[in-house]
């Protein structure tokens, strides 16, 4: 059960995530910041995280909870509770840690972590990712990562169906 433990511990919230992030600060870690919904996790995903951890040297994942995937894409999502997706998302070598956020944008949860770098997707702009705004201006890095084409949530669903 050790390493299961080492999994759950990277799952943070309130004063744990603040107390980890006072350590990461103390330490002078650079810290990757990017968030979705990881509803299914693919392989798109996987090289999509690896590349973002590369960034620096921590890789936090802002993760949606239930309720806000349900107002992103509809009733019948997620497919995994919250629970689970963070399990899996923590279960991933590179990523230092995963916090869940229930508000429709990560906003919030960017002005409090203060990233040294947002990473999104190439299927974003850098001007129309959420919090672009807030991490360049105290001097942080945005940047866009190349999608893996071919893998994609949306993709895997339609396939099954």
Known sequence: MPRLTAINRKILAGDSLDRWLAVARFKRRSIVFTNGCFD????????????????GDLLIIG????ASVKKLKGP????Q?????????ASLGFVSAVV????????????RIQPH?????????????????IV???????????????FSSTSI?????
């Open 157 to 161: 669903i339609e396939k099954s169906s």
């Open 63 to 66: 993760l949606n909870t239930d």
């Open 100 to 111: 869940l956020f229930d508000e429709e944008t990560p906003a919030n949860l960017i002005k």
């Open 117 to 133: 770098y947002l990473v999104k997707g190439g299927d974003y702009k850098v001007e129309e990712i959420v919090g672009n705004d």
């Open 76 to 79: 019948s999502r997620p497919y």
């Open 81 to 89: 509770d919250e629970e689970s997706r963070a399990l899996i998302l």
């Open 40 to 55: 299914i996790l693919h392989r798109g995903h996987v090289l999509y995280l690896a590349q973002a951890a590369g960034l």
């Open 136 to 150: 360049r201006a105290y001097g942080g890095h945005v940047i866009t990562l190349p999608l893996v084409e071919g």
